[in-house]
């Protein structure tokens, strides 16, 4: 059955640097969507992507963040200058055009800023 | 400012026993009312509720959704420990932005 495949499942980073989350969505979807789930707190949308643009984000969305289709398959989310409070799971779900709303999520990677 | 609300945050239950879960939500442009279910990692695609009144049904598992009142159930007959799990209530704007609740945490006993 297809899935959405993240990379890494787990990431460690000092404060400061950047890191990139990879997402390989399923093959014939169109929505893109990064979420993250701080640890024991509620999944919070963080941006949607469709059409090589971002279509909405959040609050949470600054300009820390930034999403990007290199290629025809990943979509990967890069976190700038991260801080410690950016340490999150880090789900990537994707849609296609039939049942764009039953977003089908990935595994998730836990990142953590030390 | 968009929120939603689920309650109970913590429930706790014997196998056999009949759960409502219950979803509220205040969305601008509201669209969609989705229910997931989240066990270890990733949350697991439930239910897309449009319609106000309709029930769907999967298995032990129905909801239904009240546009007017604005919130959802979620009911899960004759538990069994494998649906020991959060499940998760998420409201879908216009731009197919999910905002999700806090979750239910349900634990079934044997």
């Known amino acids: 059955e297809p899935e959405v495949t993240q990379t890494p499942s787990h990431q460690v980073t000092q404060m400061g640097q950047e890191v990139i989350l990879r997402c390989v969505p399923i093959s014939n979807h169109l929505y893109f969507y990064w979420y993250r789930q701080i640890l024991g707190q509620k999944v919070e949308f963080l941006v949607s992507?469709?059409?090589?643009?971002?279509?909405?984000k959040s609050e949470i969305f600054d300009d820390q963040f930034s999403v990007e289709r290199p290629d025809g398959s990943n979509f990967t989310l890069k976190i700038r200058s991260t801080k410690l409070e950016d340490s999150a799971m880090y789900f990537c779900?994707?849609?296609?055009?039939?049942?764009?709303?039953?977003?089908?999520f990935g595994q998730g990677t836990r990142l953590t800023v030390v | 400012e968009d929120k939603v609300v689920q309650s109970p945050l913590s429930l706790v239950v014997h196998e056999g026993d009949t759960v409502t879960l219950n979803c509220s939500y205040e969305v601008t442009n509201f669209r969609s009312l989705l229910w997931y279910k989240q066990e270890k990692k990733a949350p697991t695609f439930l239910f897309m509720l449009t319609s106000s009144g309709i029930e769907k049904k999967s298995g032990r598992l129905s909801s239904i959704l009240d546009k007017k009142e604005l919130f959802s159930i979620l009911n899960i007959t004759a538990t069994q420990t494998g649906d020991s799990a959060i499940y998760l209530c998420?409201?879908?704007?216009?731009?197919?932005?999910?905002?999700f609740g806090a979750g239910t945490r349900l634990t079934v006993k044997p």
């Open positions: 998420a409201a879908l704007g216009n731009n197919n932005d999910m905002r």
């Open positions: 992507f469709y059409n090589n643009e971002i279509s909405e």
């Open positions: 779900a994707s849609g296609d055009v039939d049942r764009v709303n039953e977003a089908f």
